[in-house]
Nanobody, 124 residues
Framework: QVQLAESGGGLVQAGCSLRLSCAAS????????VGWFRQAPGNERVFVAS????????DYEESVRGRFAIFRGNAKNTVYLQMNSLKPEDTAVYFC?????????????????WGKGTLVTVSS
């Protein structure tokens, strides 16, 4: 099993930046793909970004492409989501996610492990 813990959320104005962190209980790089989903109030949990188990290939939902970046830290149990040029529509609870295998996928029901979430609020 993998335990995930997110941090770094907060309240910011549109156009500002935040960096979210996810600390895993183990080194996930050898067996797991990891990434981020988000859930806005009253909406379903949707895919944001992921990084593959091998090669560091990334995938981004189109609305965040060019603004967000996912990367692993030097410590292989840590993954980050750098969020730039934040927009009010980015407001959501952000969840770290992991899945056994080469790719995380974009469907929430396919995720094996979840963090508890960290709230990001972007004001206009």
């Amino acid at each position: 099993q993998v335990q995930l813990a997110e941090s770094g959320g907060g309240l910011v104005q549109a156009g500002c930046s935040l960096r979210l962190s996810c600390a895993a209980s183990i080194d996930t790089s050898s067996r797991y793909a990891v990434g981020w989903f988000r859930q806005a109030p009253g909406n379903e949990r949707v895919f944001v970004a992921s990084i593959r188990r091998i090669g560091g290939i990334t995938d981004y939902e189109e609305s965040v492409r060019g603004r967000f970046a996912i990367f692993r830290g030097n410590a292989k149990n840590t993954v980050y989501l750098q969020m730039n040029s934040l927009k009010p529509e980015d407001t959501a609870v952000y969840f770290c996610a992991a899945k056994s295998g080469p790719t995380l996928g974009r469907i929430a029901s396919g995720v094996d492990y979840w963090g508890k979430g960290t709230l990001v609020t972007v004001s206009s």
